[in-house]
């Protein structure tokens, strides 16, 4: 088999590559260009590009660079900061895998004759019964992926592999090592891959028009203030310039247009229900009860579908609009969506 595979300079993908080549497929490594700004982390830096042309080379394999740049700025970059300037919290992982890695990419593999896409991602796509395939939990529950591959549909989880989702972090770092793969001791990348550490408020401060809102309790008593009422996010607890309290507040809702920040106790946050949008399924819509999962490594949460709106079966806390939310039956991803 003919298998593109997403090469970011991790250790990974690398022995992604690495396990298809061994089982005897015709493997090219890809490394996509993506963001041309500043850059320390994730697969948008120099030398995350040359990692990976550089263990395609210890594997004796092809190696590529595709400019997905202009794609990368319109469809994850751009949204991105329009979402700030609204006041929701976007999660472009998700967005990059939507539209680049499992689209972009595809369409590129499909052009150029590959029979599937691989990329180093800890989840499983299994096959059930009824010949229908779906998303499943990766094997290393600490590092699994799943929710933010929620997306994948039918047909573009019969053209992916995933070759290190049945392996545990530690076994997948053993392995490269005993391969000899200069990504072996590699750190995991972390954060927005395109914004250097510590450096979101500047990064939107140059795109965007940020404004100072008061802060208030839910009483409406001035608290105090914020310089940036677009850099507030649901639930957030730190920043907000009113220390000293004896109970902890939370942002608990944001206001641009008023210039409003509204915060209160942790019960302020809870609900019995979450409206979800842009819902994608699997294999077709899923209605009653699931297990819902609303954040990266956050425990999923028993609840029952009904239409879009996510009933829970004891109150929970919001979900900042933009978020993903994720519906399993066990380990299995039966859909997703976004917060709203």
């Given amino acids: 088999m003919q298998v593109m595979t997403a090469m970011s300079g991790g250790v990974d993908s690398s022995v992604a590559a690495a396990l298809l080549a061994r089982d005897g497929h015709e493997v ?13 982390t994730g697969c948008c830096s120099v030398a995350d590009v040359m990692d990976a042309r550089r263990v395609a080379d210890a594997l004796g394999i092809d ?4 400019n997905f740049g202009e794609d990368f700025s319109d469809r994850v970059v751009d949204p991105y900061v329009a979402d700030h300037a609204a006041c929701r919290t976007p999660n472009p992982c998700v967005e990059c895998n939507r539209h680049i890695k499992f689209d972009r990419l595809l369409r590129r593999a499909d052009a150029l004759g590959f029979d599937a896409v691989a990329t180093g991602h800890h989840a499983r796509v299994v096959r059930r019964p009824d010949g229908t395939r779906r998303l499943a939990r990766g094997a290393d529950a600490a590092k699994d992926q799943s929710y933010v591959l929620w997306m994948l549909t039918q047909e573009t989880l019969s053209r992916v592999l995933l070759p290190v989702g049945d392996m545990t972090k530690d076994r997948v770092r053993m392995l490269a090592a005993e391969l000899g793969l200069r990504t072996a001791t590699k750190p995991d990348s972390t954060d927005v ?39 507030v996010t649901l639930g957030q607890r730190k920043g907000l310039g ?10 608990v809702d944001t206001d641009v247009a008023a210039g409003v920040v509204t915060v209160g106790d942790r019960a302020d ?5 979450q409206a979800v949008s842009d819902v994608t399924w699997a294999a077709g819509a899923v209605q009653g009860p699931v297990l819902v999962q609303t954040s990266a490594h956050g425990a999923p949460r028993p609840a029952t579908l009904e239409g879009t709106r996510v009933r829970w079966r004891s109150p929970q806390q919001r979900v900042a609009r933009g978020q993903s939310v994720v519906f399993y039956d066990g380990p299995e991803v039966l859909g997703g969506g976004i917060a709203a």
């Fill in 63 to 66: 190696h590529h660079v595709f």
């Fill in 28 to 40: 090219v490594g890809v490394t996509m260009k993506l963001w041309g700004g500043p850059s320390d």
């Fill in 242 to 251: 009113v220390g000293g309290r004896q109970r902890p507040v939370y942002v």
């Fill in 193 to 231: 891959c395109f914004i250097q550490r510590g450096a979101r408020g500047a990064f939107l401060a140059e795109r965007l028009e940020t404004t100072p809102a008061a802060v208030v309790d839910t009483a409406g008593r001035h608290l105090g203030e914020v310089p940036a009422v677009q850099l």
């Fill in 269 to 273: 946050l809870l609900t019995e229900s």
